[in-house]
């Protein structure tokens, strides 16, 4: 196979963040089997990555998003839903899915240092990085480690706890799907050429699991016609996520929930820029698809819940690489840093770059963090840096002299009802505080996101924020000009738009780490019947 076949080959392969192909085994059929006793109605979860209030309501207001505007106008609309920190999709996903922030599912980012293995996990930042750190063992990250070893297996997913009361779920092109059902992954011919992966992995879903022609629902009857094809990214795209949906209504086995993933506006707006509104148009179009699988689209409501948002922000980069990066291997150059592929113990210092936050360990537990904090104050573009000082998180930045300290359980409360004692400058993290009150600001719920970051894997560590129009770059990593980015504890990377239409009933509060308590409540104690009329408001 000639080298650019099979750096195409690679690309392909990166666009899933993983390389599994076509069919699933033969029992898988009968494992799938969506048939329940539930009777009232059904939960559609659509996340459409980096939708946010700005061009959500842009494409509204242009008449482009029919689905989206049907849905605003007959439910609750919620401009500020909060993401979980670092903002990255598997971290995102993850927190969806088990109700727990990352101290407790143990998914820290898209990439992060695993001590065990010696080695960074890179769930999918780039193929060059992937070629760089072990081609084989990146693959194997996402095609069976991270739901089956990485997500803390003392912590419970939707998927599972539904299947724990007799109800049905489904997971469609979302990475993160852990569940009690057994599922075959088929890794395709191709990548025994670059990689030892074994023919055929088998992994825990939902009853129905679709992830592109990694694995296809046996349950669907014509997946013939599926839009998956190698110039379809493999069914890695909205259109398929739509076409598996249709298909489950069509034949009367839509799960009692279903998560559908819409992954594309994601692609153009890192490209293109936060403003950029074609890809929601777009995703609006395949919503539109699924509302039509029923009689009408009210009858779409009258027989389910929607609920429909975004997984996160994103912020605007500068124009200039230069000026975006924040080089992670020219600041820390007079440390030794191993190189990628390579054992990280060999060198001193390691990075873990999730776009716009960074995590810079110290390898070998050397007390480096305060030294490594200090000197990452070199950089202007840095927003803060925080680090645990005992119980206690400590927290500078380059714009101030004076230290923010903070620990759980204290005399102050925040709007989730979590309560810290805070001592230093608070303004390092723009809080307002005021009686026993600390409200946030520019940066959504950052106590309890730095916390947990700093606490969700082992090895020593400082985390760095870059300031808005700013990323982190080192080997094997790249950054977008002019574009968008995320991963950051600001504002612009946290905050996404969500509808829920066809129920009154609300979530307590207006974070992804609440939505997991928020469905099963829907789906148990608070299931809402079928021609409710108070579907349509």
């Not at 993983?18 to 898988?28: H, K, M, P």
């Not at 940066?443 to 870059?466: G, Q, W």
Request: with cysteine.
């Amino acid at each position: 196979m000639n080298r650019p076949f099979i750096i195409f080959l690679l690309l392909v392969l990166f666009s899933l963040t993983s390389g599994c192909s076509n069919d699933s085994a033969e029992n898988e059929k009968d494992q799938e089997q969506v048939d329940s006793s539930f009777s009232d109605k059904k939960v559609v979860m659509v996340m459409i990555d980096s939708l946010m209030d700005h061009t959500l309501n842009h494409v509204i207001e242009e008449g482009d998003a029919p689905a989206l505007q049907f849905l605003k106008e007959n439910g609750q609309y919620y401009p500020e839903l909060v993401a979980p920190a670092p903002s990255m999709s598997v971290t995102i996903e993850s927190t969806i899915l088990t109700g727990e922030m990352p101290d407790q599912h143990h998914v820290p980012g898209l990439s992060w240092y695993d001590d065990k293995a010696d080695r960074i996990v890179n769930y999918g930042t780039t193929w060059q990085f992937w070629v760089k750190n072990d081609f084989t063992e990146s693959t194997y990250d996402v095609l069976y480690r991270l739901n089956n070893e990485h997500l803390n297996k003392d912590v419970t997913t939707i998927f599972e706890d539904l299947d724990d009361e007799g109800l049905t779920s489904g997971s469609i092109n979302l990475v993160v799907y852990r569940g009690n059902h057994t599922h075959q992954l088929n890794v395709p011919l191709f990548l025994d050429e670059v990689t030892d992966l074994p023919e055929t992995v088998e992994t825990k879903g939902p009853n129905v699991l679709a992830l592109g022609r990694v694995t296809k629902p046996e349950i669907i009857e014509d997946d013939e016609n599926l839009s998956d094809s190698l110039f379809k990214r493999i069914g890695f795209q909205d259109e398929y996520s739509m076409e598996v949906a249709q298909q489950l209504i069509a034949q009367d086995d839509q799960p009692d929930f279903t998560f559908i993933f819409f992954p594309k506006n994601d692609r153009e707006t890192h490209k293109k820029s936060p403003s950029y509104t074609g890809g929601v148009e777009d995703a609006d179009g395949y919503l539109q698809g699924i509302l039509n699988s029923y009689n009408s689209w009210e009858e779409a409501l009258e027989e389910n819940i929607f609920i429909v948002f975004g997984d996160h922000g994103q912020d605007q980069m500068l124009e200039k690489g230069e000026d975006i990066a924040i080089d992670l291997e020219s600041l820390y150059n007079h440390y030794s840093l191993s190189k990628l592929g390579e054992p990280v113990s060999q060198g001193d210092v390691a990075f873990g770059i999730n776009q716009r936050s960074a995590y810079v360990y110290d390898v070998h537990d050397a007390d480096l963090l305060p030294e490594l904090a200090e000197h990452s104050l070199q950089d202007d573009r840095i927003d803060f840096v925080a680090w645990q000082e005992g119980d206690e998180v400590r927290v500078i930045s380059p714009n101030d002299e004076v230290s923010l300290y903070f620990k759980e359980n204290g005399e102050w409360v925040d709007p989730y009802n979590q309560s810290w004692s805070i001592e230093g400058n608070e303004q390092i993290l723009d809080l307002d505080m005021n009686g026993n009150e600390v409200v946030y600001s520019n940066y959504p719920d950052v106590l309890n996101h730095i916390m947990t970051a700093l606490n969700s894997h082992d090895t020593p560590k400082i985390m760095l924020a870059a300031k808005p129009g700013h990323s982190f770059r080192a080997e094997g990593i790249t950054i977008h000009e002019a574009g968008g980015e995320h991963g950051g504890l600001h504002r612009n990377d946290l905050l996404a738009s969500m509808i829920v239409t066809g129920t009154d009933q609300t979530p307590e509060y207006i974070r992804m780490v609440d939505l997991k308590e928020y469905i099963l409540k829907l789906l148990t104690d608070d299931s809402e019947p079928i021609n409710d009329e108070t579907s349509l408001n």
